[in-house]
């Protein structure tokens, strides 16, 4: 399975941003995908997942009540809204995907993931 993120960009504290990750070669709704950012210098931390059916989410406690995480299993594609952006949040940003078939699994540690896509730049300006 491939995965793409997209959507970063420049933009104010207090600002919303919608991330976007295109997932494709793969059963898309047999995927549990989470989100996780690096910022310079930092290790790579998780911040949301959501089951393949869509109906479980968990997210960072840094980021829990300002980020949601859903998915549209028509379009392959899971979202990470980010509203009331600090500049702590900036970092880059990657989805993550593994194959958990049937069962309703929420992962959030990197090694239990097995597929990346390439980051995507978000940057918050105090």
């Known amino acids: 399975v491939q995965l793409q993120a997209f959507g970063g960009g420049l933009v104010q504290a207090g600002d919303s941003l919608r991330l976007s990750c295109a997932v494709s070669g793969g059963t898309f709704g047999g995927y549990v995908i989470g989100w996780f950012r690096q910022a310079p210098g930092k290790e790579r931390e998780f911040v949301g997942a959501?089951?393949?059916?869509?109906?479980?989410?968990r997210y960072a406690d840094s980021v829990k009540g300002r980020f949601t995480i859903s998915r549209d299993n028509a379009k392959n594609t899971v979202y990470l809204q980010m509203n009331s952006l600090k500049p702590e949040d900036t970092a880059v940003y990657y989805c993550?995907?593994?194959?958990?078939?049937?069962?309703?699994?929420?992962?959030?540690?990197?090694?239990?993931?097995?597929?990346w896509g390439q980051g995507t730049q978000v940057t918050v300006s105090s």
């Open positions: 959501i089951s393949r059916s869509g109906a479980n989410t």
């Open positions: 993550a995907g593994v194959r958990v078939g049937n069962h309703d699994y929420l992962f959030s540690r990197e090694y239990e993931y097995n597929s």
